[in-house]
C-alpha cells in the first residue's frame, strides 16, 4: 500500500528523537516544506529552545497553526513493543513516541498547505504556523516567549488552531475550545517540635491544619458554567514528620491545585485560601506557581468550520470541550480572536506504544484544508 504524504511526513518527524527541549532537526524538516510553498520563515531561538515563526499570504484573516516538534521521554524502552523513535506500522496504526502528541498534526497540516497551495491560484487568507520545541518541558522559552515578541510588534490572530490531540474515540469526535486555568499551591504549616508522649509540650502542625483542610476540600468554589465544570480543589501531596514514630513534627507541607473555570480568578482563589487559613489560625508559609489562566473561545466561527469540515470529512459531530490539562493555547488565547485545539486521538498520549490511526491521518489533513477554505470565505 502506497504511503501518503502525510504518513511519510509523520514518519519523518516520528524519527527524530525530539525529547524536549531537543528538536533533533524537525523544525528545519519542517521549514524546507514551507519554504517551498512561498512561506517567509522567521527562527526564534530562546535558551535553549528552537521556535519558528513562518508566514503566507499578504491580505485576508490570518490562522495560524501552533504545535510542538518536542517529545516526552520513552520511559523504558524495553517496555515498548518497537522502538519509540523507529516509526512502525502495525494493524493500522503508526507507532512510536510522538505519533499522537503531536507530530501527526503538524505533518497534517502542511501536507493541508501544500494541496491548498497547489490546487488554488490565490486564496483570500493569510497562514501562519507557530512552532516550538519546548512545549513538553517547562514553557519559558517556547510559545510564551515567542507570543511575548509577536505581541510587542502587533501581531494578532484572526483564528488559531493548536494541533494537540484532542479526539476520545475517533478523529474529530472532540474540539476544545478552552481549557481550565491552573493554580498551584505549596503550603508549610508551622508548629512545634516535641515528644509524642508530652503533646502539650508541642504544637502538630497536622492536627492543627486538619480542620482548615477539610473545610478547603469542602468548600464550593463556583458553579462552572455552559462549557467549564465547577472550580475543583485537589490536595496532591502532605508530608510532615522525622522518620521517628515518637516525634511531633515541626512542620508539615501540602501540595494542592486548582483547575478553575472562568468563573473564578486566580487572585480570587488565593484570597480565599488566605481567609480560611487566616480564619483557623495557623503559622504559615505559603507560595503560589500559576500555570495558565483559563481561556474560551465561544461558540463562533472558527468553532462552526471546525465542526463543518468534521462532518464532512469524517461524518461525526464534533462536541465542543474544555477538559483536560493545560496547552500552549493559554499563550496564544493572547493574541488570538479564536483558538481552538483539534487533532488525533488522545488515548496513547505519553504512554509506551503511543500511536495514531493510519486511515485518520489523511482525515485529519482533509478537515485541516477543509477548514481553511472555508475560513477563506467572506463571512455570511
Not at 92 to 113: Q, V, W
Request: charged residues 20%; hydrophobic residues 40%; aromatic residues 6%.
Amino acid at each position: 500500500m502506497m504511503e501518503t504524504e502525510t504518513l511519510k511526513l509523520a514518519k519523518a518527524l516520528i524519527a527524530r528523537p525530539s525529547i524536549t527541549p531537543d528538536d533533533h532537526g524537525c523544525q528545519p524538516l519542517l521549514m524546507s516544506r514551507l519554504t517551498a510553498m512561498g512561506f517567509q520563515i522567521e527562527t526564534m531561538r530562546f535558551g535553549e529552545t528552537d521556535n519558528f515563526y513562518a508566514v503566507y499570504g499578504q491580505k485576508g484573516p490570518l490562522l495560524c497553526f501552533a504545535g510542538h516538534t518536542d517529545v516526552v521521554p520513552v520511559g523504558e524502552e524495553s517496555s515498548w513493543t518497537s522502538a519509540p523513535f523507529v516509526p512502525t506500522q502495525r494493524d493500522g496504526y503508526l507507532y512510536g513516541r510522538g505519533a499522537a502528541d503531536m507530530k501527526s498534526s503538524i505533518a497534517a497540516f502542511i501536507t493541508a498547505c501544500e494541496r491548498l497551495l497547489r490546487n488554488e491560484a490565490e486564496i483570500p487568507i493569510r497562514l501562519a504556523l507557530l512552532i516550538t520545541s519546548d512545549e513538553e518541558g517547562d514553557g519559558l522559552d517556547g510559545t510564551k516567549r515567542v507570543v511575548e515578541a509577536l505581541q510587542q510588534r502587533g501581531e494578532h490572530f484572526d483564528y488559531c488552531i493548536v494541533g494537540e490531540p484532542t479526539a476520545v474515540n475517533t478523529v474529530g469526535d472532540t474540539i476544545k475550545n478552552g481549557r481550565r486555568g491552573s493554580l498551584s499551591g505549596t503550603l508549610v504549616v508551622h508548629g512545634k517540635q516535641g515528644h509524642v508522649a508530652y503533646p502539650h509540650l508541642a504544637a502538630n502542625p497536622v492536627h492543627l491544619a486538619a480542620a482548615a483542610l477539610a473545610e478547603l476540600v469542602n468548600t464550593h468554589w463556583d458553579d462552572g458554567n455552559v462549557y467549564f465544570p465547577p472550580t475543583g480543589f485537589q490536595i496532591s501531596n502532605i508530608h510532615a514528620g522525622t522518620g521517628a514514630g515518637n516525634v511531633i513534627p515541626a512542620e508539615m507541607t501540602v501540595q494542592f491545585n486548582f483547575r478553575f473555570s472562568t468563573e473564578s480568578t486566580a487572585s480570587a482563589l488565593q484570597q480565599r485560601v488566605q481567609a480560611i487559613l487566616n480564619r483557623h489560625g495557623l503559622k504559615y508559609d505559603l507560595v503560589w506557581t500559576l500555570s495558565g489562566e483559563p481561556f474560551l473561545t465561544n461558540a463562533g466561527r472558527l468553532t462552526q468550520a471546525a465542526q463543518h469540515a468534521i462532518k464532512v470529512v469524517c461524518g461525526v459531530n464534533a462536541e465542543l470541550s474544555t477538559t483536560g490539562g493545560t496547552s500552549d493555547g493559554r499563550f496564544i488565547k493572547a493574541i488570538s480572536s479564536e483558538l481552538i485545539e483539534l487533532g488525533p486521538v488522545n488515548a496513547t498520549i505519553h504512554q509506551v506504544d503511543e500511536c495514531v490511526n493510519v486511515a485518520q491521518l489523511d482525515q485529519l489533513s482533509d478537515i485541516y484544508e477543509n477548514m481553511m477554505l472555508i475560513l477563506a470565505q467572506p463571512p455570511r
